[in-house]
Nanobody
Framework: QVQLVESGGGLVQAGGSLRLSCVASRRTFSMPAMGWFRQVPGKEREFVAAIAENGGATIYADAVKGRFTISRDNALDTVYLQMNNLKPEDTAIYYC?????????????????WGQGTQVTVST
C-alpha cells in the first residue's frame, strides 16, 4: 500500500515558522523526486517546492523562494518543508506528493501519489 502522511501544520502568527514533515512507506519513497503543494478552497492546487531523489536539486515557487526550504532524509523516508517568515497568504492545506521522475517537477500531473494534507493557518 502506497502511503504519504503529512504532519506539522498548525496555527502560527505572521513572521513565525513551521516545519512540515511527510513520511512515506518505503515503496513510495524509493528513488523519485518529492514535492509540496498547497491549496485553498475554491482555488487550484499550487506548487510550492520540489526536491530531486538524491536531494541534489530543488525548485521553489517564486512566492516562497527565500522563505521555505525543502529537504529530505532518505534513510528515514521523510521529506520536510521548513517554512520561515510566514505570511497570511501562506494559509492553505499543504500536501506532499511523489513525483513520477527522479528530478523535481512543477505540475501536479507529474505526481502520482499524494498525502491527505495538513492545515497551515497564519494569523495577522
Amino acid at each position: 500500500q502506497v502511503q504519504l502522511v503529512e504532519s506539522g501544520g498548525g496555527l502560527v502568527q505572521a513572521g513565525g515558522s513551521l516545519r512540515l514533515s511527510c513520511v512515506a512507506s518505503r515503496r513510495t519513497f524509493s528513488m523519485p523526486a518529492m514535492g509540496w503543494f498547497r491549496q485553498v478552497p475554491g482555488k487550484e492546487r499550487e506548487f510550492v517546492a520540489a526536491i530531486a531523489e538524491n536531494g541534489g536539486a530543488t525548485i521553489y515557487a517564486d512566492a516562497v523562494k527565500g522563505r521555505f526550504t525543502i529537504s529530505r532524509d532518505n534513510a528515514l523516508d521523510t521529506v520536510y518543508l521548513q517554512m520561515n517568515n510566514l505570511k497570511p497568504e501562506d494559509t492553505a492545506i499543504y500536501y506532499c506528493a511523489r513525483a513520477k521522475y527522479i528530478y523535481p517537477v512543477l505540475s501536479p500531473r507529474q505526481y502520482d501519489y499524494w498525502g491527505q494534507g495538513t492545515q497551515v493557518t497564519v494569523s495577522t
